[in-house]
Structures are given as C-alpha cells and as structure tokens.
C-alpha cells in the first residue's frame, strides 16, 4: 500500500466571467488535490452552483466545458486523472454562447485563442484567409482519418501541426519494420506497437492540444454509421478496395465530405467528393477483380509519393474546413512522379451510379466480407491487404 | 493520326516502360486495338467482353469517354488519351 500524502498539492483555479458570481466573485480560487479530479470536486464541494456548471446528471464534464492544466486541454492529457502539482493553474472554460444551437453536439468549443495559440499558430493566423476566425475553425473541427500509414500519417501530422481540434483514426494493425520506409507517424521503437497508438504518441508529441480518438478495428458495414457521423469530414488514407468502397458508401450516407487519395508505385490519385456531386462508384464502379491490380505490398511504393499526396489530402481538408479556394471538387488529380506531372480530368456524378445516381440501388452499407474476392481486412493474411 | 497515350507506372512495365505510348485509330476502340497489336496481353488489361473494365477510366484530354462516346469517341492529331486504372494503397 502506498503512503498516503498528507498534503494536497494546493494549485489555482481559474474562473471565467460566466462562472464568477457561482465562485464568490472570485476569478482565481485557490484550493487542492492530486488530479484535476479531485481539485474539481473539492472546488464543487465549496460552491455547489459552480459544481452544477462543471459536471453534468452523470458526473461527466459535458461537451460544452473544456478544463485545461496549465493551457492543456485535460483531454489530451489523462482527463480527470491527470496529476497536478503544487503551482499549477486549471482553467474552467465553457464554450462560448451562439453559434450551433444543438444541444447534443458535443464540439470543443474554442473561445479566444490564447497567448501561447497566437504564436503556434502565428503563420497561419497572419494569412487573410485563415486569421484568428478560420484557426477556431480548424481547432473545432473533427476530422476521420481512416488508416495511419502512409497516406494517413502526412494527413494526421499537418491537421495536428494545424491545430485540428480533434482528430479521428481507423487503424487495427501493428507497426512493422517494413512501414518505416514511409509511414512517418511510426519511428523504430514503435515496431510491434498497435499503429494508432503510436500514432497517437506522434500527434500529441507534435501538438498536445489535439484531442486524438482511436477507433482500433477494421471498418465494416457494422461501425461504419456509428464512426463517421462523429465527424465533419473523413480523409481516406485505406490500403484495400474493400475499405474505400466502404468509406465511400458510408461518407455518402453520413452526408459527409471525403477527402480521397490513393498510391501505387510512383502514381497517385486525390480527389474531394462532396456528397451529390459524384463518389468513388461515379469513378470506379466497380473494384477490380483480385490479381488485376497490385497492391503496394506486391508492387511496391515509393515512400516520399505517400508524402506528396498526403500533404495533398492535408491541404484540401484544410480548404473544406475554411471555407477556401477550389478543393479538387468534380475533378481528380493524378500525379505521376516519375515525369513529376501533375494533371487533374474532370469527374462527373454518374446518373447511373448505384449509390448517387438517379435511381440508386445501395439503400444502406453491404457486408463487404468477400466483396472484392479478398479477404476482409483484419481476418486476412498479413501483406495480402496492406 | 498519332495520339499520346499516358499509362500509369504499373501498366508502364508491359507498354515498353516509358511514360507514353505513340498510337493510331480514328477513334478509342481503334487506338486500343492498335495498342494491343504492338503489346499483345494489353487488351485484357483494359477491357473485358467488349467493355472497358468498370475499375479502369480512359479519358481523352480531360473528359472521361464514359460522358462522351465511349469507344465510339472520335480522335484527331494531337489528342492526349490516359489510361487510369483504380489505385487502392494508401498504408
């Protein structure tokens, strides 16, 4: 058993405007604990009013409230459980009224940036069309990246490095020795480790504020519609055509955007489908069948394509967020490193198309297992997927 | 009637490996008879009972030849033709 310390670590509660006359009048209480748990709910114990602002029916903190430890997001740390120490300041920040009006959405809200914000985010804040607006934006966002490997990674370091407030990964497998030839969210040491979880470590080594949410098995027919709709837009980063049917058919259904992109030795392919205006079934529809076309496995890829059209998808998902420019809507880019050309064809929304067509046949996910007359991803023989 | 016909680099290896081949119809059908008489093995590459594969697109220029005519869709001197089959990697 361990020691029991006498002394709680006494640290400073911020409380902003909204919350002051519930505290006292006061704007800093100081009081004490050894998680930011139990600093909330000695604060609580003191001023039940605030202790009704800060935990909800269930003794949850809702949505709408984010608590920080010195600048940090808890949520990014060990929620309730992380440490504090003597000195430390918690802040208790609660989304700023208007905006959405549902009251189920859970979305960080982002109030004023903070000193340490403006100077992270400084180069982006600086450009006309990002300023302090378009980095809330990207700092409420939530965006799904399915897959952590090669296109996956460049997509969730430059979201992360762009202040992406939370950030979504679909990934069951573990890091091997030969990923490191490209996947830059795994390094040596993580060989062996489940790829979202270092993925994880990356994103938040890079930027503890981001709020990463692993979702560690494949995506089926079964979680597809329960993942998505939790997000605003999906970035497809998936190795198999199983997958991308399936993402395709489940980002239509949630009516979310889809950021799309896809390697192959040295060719790649993005494009951004906004639902009703084309899918991946208007462009491809049907999957090959299997042995007609390689994966990156059995062909290979070159490692700095997957960054080249990662930082691609990066880029457009930024667009989307702010609200800029021309994504590659209704028009596929295909790049071709070894001439190093890059030229975009037009897509079109197929009248035909079974899901997005005139008169659809595809009312709701199919249970691709065998769909592509492969294995499902996840029941496979590792490298026959990947 | 030469037409530059852009293929991506896994259908290079079986194409003579550079990035483009030189080939000759009036229209796409004819163009990719023409390829497959100097590549024998190219047909079933692109096309299956008469009908390009639903995973490959061929576009001239710019335009998918789905929403023009398909192979029917006429040629002139000059015009760029790709061949792009479905990529699926991504890890």
Known sequence: ?386 | MAIDVRVTANMQKHLGGAKSVAAEGANVRELLADIDAKFPGFHDMVMTEGEIHRFVNIYLNDEDIRFLDKLETQLKDGDTVSILPALAGGS
Do not use: W
């Open chain 1, 1 to 386: 058993m361990l020691p029991r310390r006498k002394i709680d670590m006494p640290v400073t509660v911020y409380i902003p405007t909204p919350f002051r006359k519930l505290a006292g009048n006061q704007t800093y209480i100081k009081t004490e604990g050894d998680t930011v748990g139990q600093v909330l709910d000695t604060l609580g114990a003191e001023y039940p009013g605030l202790r009704h602002m800060i935990y909800d029916e269930k003794d949850q903190i809702p949505g709408h409230i984010n608590i920080y430890v010195n600048n940090q997001e808890i949520n990014s740390l060990q929620g309730k459980d992380t440490p504090v120490k003597d000195g430390d300041e918690l802040a208790v920040i609660p989304a700023i009224a208007g905006g959405s009006d549902d009251a189920e959405d859970d979305r960080p809200r982002v109030g004023a940036l903070t000193p340490e914000q403006v100077d992270r985010y400084s180069r982006h804040i600086i450009m006309p069309q990002v300023g302090p607006v378009g980095q809330r934006k990207l700092m409420e966002s939530k965006v799904l990246i399915v897959g952590a490997g090669g296109l996956g990674g460049p997509v969730a370091l430059y979201l992360a490095l762009a202040g992406v407030g939370t950030i979504g990964i679909v990934e069951f497998d573990t890091v091997d020795l030969s990923n490191l030839q490209r996947q830059v969210l795994h390094q040596n040491n993580d060989v062996g480790k489940p790829k979202a979880v270092s993925a994880r470590e990356t994103i938040n080594a890079y930027n503890p504020d981001v709020r990463v949410v692993l979702h560690e098995s494949p995506l089926t027919s079964d979680n597809a519609m329960e993942i998505i709709p939790q997000y605003d837009i999906v970035v497809n980063g998936a190795d198999n055509f199983t997958t991308r049917y399936l993402v395709n058919d489940a980002a239509y259904f949630a009516k979310k955007v889809l950021i799309d992109g896809a390697i192959l030795l040295f060719d790649g392919q993005a494009t951004v489908y906004v639902p009703g205006q084309g899918c991946y079934r208007c462009l491809f529809p049907a999957p090959p069948p299997p042995g007609m076309v390689p994966s990156c496995a059995e062909a290979g890829v070159l490692g700095a394509l997957t960054g080249i059209m990662g930082s691609i998808q990066a880029t457009e998902t930024i667009k989307v967020i702010l609200g800029v420019g021309e994504p590659l809507v209704n028009r596929l880019l295909m790049v071709d490193a070894l001439s190093m050309e890059f030229r975009t064809v037009k897509l079109r929304r197929d009248p035909a198309c079974p899901l997005c067509g005139d008169n659809p046949s595809i009312e709701g996910l199919i249970d691709y297992e065998g769909f592509c007359g492969s294995p499902f991803p996840g029941h496979g023989v590792e490298g026959a997927l990947s």
